[in-house]
């Protein structure tokens, strides 16, 4: 039996030399243990390039700290705990060490095994620090968070005539940022494609049959250098164009200006300090406009952290919301079981299976609005989410999905549902006019599914949404409406075909 000697555990999605119980030792001074759970990578269908991308980190990680001098015990484990337990009795270990895990259930289990944990890092405000900050107010909100962010982290502030000041005079540009899709043939800024190395290829002939999606083809970063070349990239290039058009959706470009990078982010490839320093600085250098500097740091430092603080604020009761009572399925078009005759959600979904992504918009005002329409359990579309983006995990999911776009919380998070019918898709999409569908009727075979299911979402749920004021014109619409009857009858139809993969 070795020598004891402390270990530092190193999870899959802490991927960074700097942060956490590692920054502070050097090559001697302790082991790294790294496992592979069997069980978590059998636990759902992934795409294959998010299964590829967590697995491929990990193991060039292990290889980078070899590299260093680390003694690395890379474990293939039946569980997380397992592989835990294999080691401590592998190598007599007296100390194990680990940074705080990102879910609910990965702290639980490293309390369970007795592990010392120190703080996570990953964020700019730690979740006891979001409880404290949301703890004195009855009601709170996004935009004050974020405000309260920009201030204490001093981005985008400047001095002025009553003092410290938001640079630009505002807070927010979000007006200045939502364009519909230009028409002029512009192109968009591309992306390297790393050259897949042996590690990528193993991990690839080991995907097997239970995941789903277009093969790894390098567009994901694996290592930090990777992810610095990904941030450069979107600095030098995405940064300027990203904020007008950041809402629009194009069914030939997947990504337009949007920066992709929260899998590096969330893998712990990037920390979102170093993401937003950089924004701020290509601003400063006039490099940048401020509606798309406010707009990608707001995302950075706001939204993402909001959505972290929340996660952990309400959790474990959190991920078992259904307020709406929704139970149908998550539809075959989705799941790639059926194909779909709707052009926005073929769109969205042919780039989710050429990539592992979709922009923010796609998400919520396709997938979530029409999962949230038709009624689909939001414990089964988070685990689908989960699963299928490069960028998922429980605490971007939960929120996001039972939260956000569900409104399956009753409106803890969003006072009122992100559901619409097919105007707004045809206003900020390129999808409609091909479309065998049309987004202005409501009733006949070739009524929108979107603009039918929000008119029947509204009068399946009127009760739930009676004392909400900021729903009363969307219910007082719905009410005056002529031909309920027929649109209800229409919903029904439309339910149906959904569930069968015909619409």
């Not at 003694?71 to 009795?89: K, M, Q």
């Not at 629009?248 to 982010?265: F, I, N, P, R, T």
Request: net charge negative; aromatic share 10%.
């Amino acid at each position: 039996m070795e020598e004891s000697q402390e270990t530092v555990w190193i999870l899959g999605d802490q991927l960074h030399r700097s942060i956490g119980p590692l920054a502070a030792r050097t090559p001697g001074e302790c082991r790294v243990l790294m496992v592979e759970s069997d069980t978590k990578l059998a636990s759902k269908r992934w795409h294959r390039q998010r299964r590829h991308l967590v697995v491929s980190a990990m193991r060039h990680f292990a290889q980078e700290l070899r590299h260093e001098g680390f003694e690395v015990d890379y474990r293939h484990a039946p569980t997380l705990a397992a592989g835990l337990r294999e080691h401590v009795a592998a190598f007599d270990v007296d100390r194990v060490l680990a940074m705080e895990p990102m879910s609910w259930d990965g702290r639980a289990m490293l309390e369970r095994e007795g592990v010392l944990i120190d703080r996570n890092e990953q964020f700019l405000c730690h979740y006891e620090d979001f409880a404290a900050w949301a703890d004195p107010r009855s009601s709170f909100k996004m935009e004050d968070f974020y405000r309260w962010q920009r201030t204490r982290l001093d981005l985008l502030m400047e001095d002025g005539p009553g003092g410290v000041e938001p640079a630009g005079g505002r807070w927010n540009f979000d007006h200045d940022n939502r364009e519909r899709p230009p028409k002029d043939g512009r192109s968009w800024p591309v992306i390297a494609h790393f050259e897949l190395d042996e590690i990528d290829r193993q991990v690839i002939s080991e995907l097997g049959d239970n995941a789903w999606g277009a093969e790894p083809d390098g567009a994901w970063p694996v290592t930090r250098a990777q992810a610095l070349t990904r941030l450069d990239e979107f600095i030098a290039t995405g940064l300027a164009p990203f904020g007008a058009h950041e809402d629009a959706m194009m069914g030939d470009e997947w990504k337009l200006a949007h920066s992709v990078l929260a899998s590096s982010m969330n893998l712990g490839l990037l920390h979102p300090l170093e993401i937003a320093e950089a924004a701020e600085h290509a601003y400063l250098q006039g490099k940048a406009p401020i509606n798309s500097v406010e707009g990608f740091i707001r995302q950075v430092i706001g939204w993402r952290e909001y959505v972290w603080g929340l996660y952990w604020l309400w959790m474990p009761e959190y991920r078992n919301e259904n307020q709406l009572a929704a139970t149908r399925p998550v539809p075959p078009a989705f799941t790639g079981e059926a194909s779909t005759n709707m052009a926005c959600v073929a769109s969205v979904m042919q780039h989710l299976h050429d990539r592992g992504y979709t922009h923010h918009i796609e998400r919520l005002m396709v997938l979530g609005n029409l999962a949230l329409t038709s009624g689909v359990d939001p414990q089964a579309m988070t685990q689908w989410m989960w699963a299928s983006f490069v960028d998922g995990a429980e605490w971007v999911m939960l929120p996001n999905v039972i939260g956000m776009a569900l409104h399956a919380d009753g409106g803890r998070m969003a006072t009122k549902p992100y559901a619409s019918g097919g105007a707004y898709i045809n206003k900020m999409s390129d999808s409609c006019k091909a479309c065998r569908y049309d987004p202005k009727k409501r009733t006949g075979e070739d009524a929108c599914p979107f603009t039918t299911l929000y008119w029947d979402f509204l009068a399946r749920n009127e009760a739930a949404f009676a004392g909400n004021h900021r729903m009363a014109r969307q219910l007082g619409g719905m009410r005056r409406l002529s031909d309920l009857e027929d649109v209800r009858e229409r919903a029904a139809e439309v339910l149906v075909a959904l569930d069968e993969g015909r619409l």
